[in-house]
């Protein structure tokens, strides 16, 4: 595999995780312009996507983590923003949690009894948000908690009842479908979901290369993954292409690298000076940016993709 300028992403990578640091509090949470509608669950994402990309960054995840565990609830859950009102926590904030949490090894043995303790009879994890009351067991929920409990190698029949809700709620096209109130793209439930797979062993699976060939299918002739909708704010192309390369990156076959090295350079002609991407917006809540998740979600896949490119 031949990549023109493997400079820029090197490059590209420094300058979005200078880009979050640049971003953080001082009580040590990650927002942008102060906005603390999901601060925990950027800071979350902004642990993982900078300890993957440069560990040297220590004092600035370590004032990140004590900020998350500030926020972490009696129960071993978190909520999207700091909250310790009774059962109002999100599965996903928390599943991502726990894996920034053992970043600096803490103990996250209450975390993972509570994930556990959640599991509904259908083998499916719910969101929890109490505000949120559709599609309360959206598959990207499920593979969020799966990724996580396999991560820290938890062994449980619940595993394997939460991988069967997964294929069963996989569509014909091979992806598990768009819902505004989360990410509004499909990208979004198969980034989260494919990780869970590869780790229970079906990174070979015909399920698994199905919704492979859903991502690539739908590149556009530019590198990027669908189009900018106008007729009100949503989630940003730089959002959702990040999304798929996540997803593409997550098992990449010899054959992926193609639509894969497009959608990077992409990627890294999207990124503004400043170092962060155009996140656009979460539809659900007008006015919230999502520069940081995306900024995320890009340094995540540029660094997957430069480990990737030293392996050819």
């Known amino acids: 595999m ?86 109002e926590y999100c599965m996903e904030t928390t599943s991502i949690g726990v894996l920034a949490l053992t970043i600096t090894q803490k103990n996250v043995s209450k975390n993972i009894d509570f994930i556990l303790s959640k599991q509904n009879p259908d083998g499916s994890w719910e969101i929890g948000i109490p505000r949120i009351t559709k599609y309360r067991c959206w598959p990207s929920i499920t593979g969020y908690t799966l990724n996580t409990l396999l991560s820290m190698n938890v062994s449980s029949d619940q595993i394997s009842k939460g991988i069967k809700f997964l294929l069963k709620e996989q569509q014909e096209n091979g992806s598990w479908g768009s819902k505004w109130m989360y990410y509004d793209t499909p990208y979004y439930p198969i980034h989260a979901i494919l990780p869970a797979l590869k780790l229970n062993g079906l990174k070979n699976d015909e399920r698994y290369l199905k919704a492979i060939r859903f991502i690539e ?96």
Do not use: M
């Open 217 to 312: 299918k739908n590149q556009n002739k530019d590198g990027s993954w669908e189009y900018e909708s106008t007729d009100k704010p949503r989630p940003s192309v730089s959002l959702r292409t990040a999304l798929a390369l996540n997803s593409l990156l997550v098992s990449p076959n010899q054959s992926d690298l193609k639509c894969i090295e497009k959608g990077i350079k992409w990627l890294i002609n999207a990124q503004k000076n400043n170092g962060c991407w155009d996140g656009g917006y979460f539809v659900n809540w007008p006015g919230k940016k999502e520069d940081i998740y995306t900024a995320c979600l890009a340094i995540r896949a540029l660094k997957q993709f430069n480990e990737l490119h030293k392996k050819y």
């Open 2 to 87: 031949v990549f023109e300028d493997n400079e820029r992403i090197e490059n590209s990578i420094i300058k979005g995780v200078d880009y979050l640091v640049s971003k953080q509090n001082e009580d040590g949470s990650i927002t942008l312009e102060n906005d603390k509608t999901w601060q925990v669950w950027e800071t979350a994402n902004a642990i993982l996507a900078a300890h993957n990309a440069d560990k040297e960054k220590k004092p600035f995840l370590e004032k990140a983590v004590n900020f998350l565990l500030s926020c972490q609830r009696k129960d071993g859950s978190f909520y999207y923003t700091i909250s310790y009102e009774n059962d």
